[in-house]
């Protein structure tokens, strides 16, 4: 397979990439760097066409990788991990060029990428059965795990590495073959992981990657009798939709949908620990990010001087295109993410809420907006209704325990949560009462591949990451033999 020249990033034209062979088609769709607004390269539009013969190479291959030892896919997906370290540096280039994101933020994230592939390699030998003591002297019963078939994958721009390897290894670990169709914005990444998947010995056939607009693909990956799992990471709103076009088949679906973090300060809270907490969900991938915090609610006793605290550090960020400097906060993805921080930093304003820092535009070709800190915001601002996809934290004040957890709880997503305090009994009340699927407690960071990722409600089904990932992959069989 030939890939794009990570060295030069001046302009790619990349095929995708179909049962181990490059596809092209008659249109190209433009990638731009959302950094100076510059065409970054294009891939191929492809449509229901090239995304069926996708589904048919994955098809025809599937008995063959899942016929293969768990050692023996184990050993391949070991050597994919140690080729995506061996090009950590091009790759995090490449990902910063078509999502924008710091390069040192680009480069912990292909690290991250590479630790699901690692992890799956290492749990491809663990999908154990079970022997169940027989209901009858003359019956045994036995548990099998098998690989459910073929798996379609929809991937989003925010972490064009880690989103694919997240889904791709535990499917491939397990024995199933897959079609990926990453984001029209960032697919260059997911090309260049599927290269060197290739050269580290992934058969042709078993990693396919279709590239083009999302309707024509999406139609046949969620209608294809021949795809047995569906999973997708995006908004709520599409997930929905694609969920119940996967019901006219009745796939296994998994869903990592749209999140309304509630960050929660207590009086109590270690407050230099909040604000590290708080810089590190809420500015990173400059608040691009399905778990970070989206409604701020600090304690009346310390409000003021975690606002001020907070006002300094958004202050102190650099911002800027990660390729020509050091940078904390790169751009927006595109307009419509601009204008959508535009609307809910006014709307928060016309509702009474002051600005401490930020709130504008800055100048320049590419869609980069202030680090900004909003004081006195609203319960039903639109920041607080809606997942604001930006760099804005506006901070809401809030009085005793039980009402920061109805307020906290005031929301159909339940992705993550967030919680600083040194109240032991008050860590296990929070942790046990929010609803979300993941609560960080006295930190900001919980994303790792050791453990199960995934919401509640209208945020989500299934888990990623850790051995309950690999289950999402798998089928439960029942044998009972009478002996």
Known sequence: MAGPDLSDLSLLREAA????????????????????????????????EAA??????ARD?????????????????RRWYDRVLDARSDLARLLTAEQGKPLAEAEGEITY???????????ARRAYGDVIPGHQADRRLLVLKQPVGVVAAVTPWNFPAAMVTRKVAPALAAGCTVVLKPSELTPFTALALARLAAEAGVPNGVFNVVTGAPAPIGEVLTGSPDVAKFTFTGSTAVGKRLAAACMGTVKRVSLELGGNAPFIVFEDADLEAAIEGLMASKFRNT????????????QSGVYDAFAQALTARAEALRVGDGLAGPTDQGPLINAAALDKVERHVADALEGGARVLTGAHRLPGEGRFYAP??????????????EETFGPVAGLVRFTTETEVLSLANATRSGLAAYVFTRDAARTWRMSEGIEAGMVGVNTGLISTEVAPFGGV????????????GLDEYLETKLVCLAV
């Open 17 to 48: 990439w179909i049962g181990g062979v490059e596809r092209t088609g008659g249109a190209w769709i433009p990638v731009t760097n959302p950094a100076t607004g510059v065409c970054l390269g294009q891939v191929p539009d492809l449509g229901a």
């Open 52 to 57: 069926l013969e996708a589904v048919a190479a």
């Open 61 to 77: 291959a599937l008995p063959a990788w899942r016929g293969l030892t768990a050692r023996a896919r184990s050993v391949i997906l």
């Open 113 to 123: 990428a590479a630790a699901f592939i690692e992890w799956f390699a290492e749990e």
């Open 287 to 298: 608040g691009q990010t399905c778990v970070c915090a989206n409604r701020v609610y600090v």
């Open 372 to 385: 900004t800190v909003l004081s006195g915001v609203r319960g039903d601002a639109l920041v607080n209704r």
């Open 457 to 468: 409600k209208e945020s989500g089904l299934g888990r990623e990451g850790s051995r309950y």
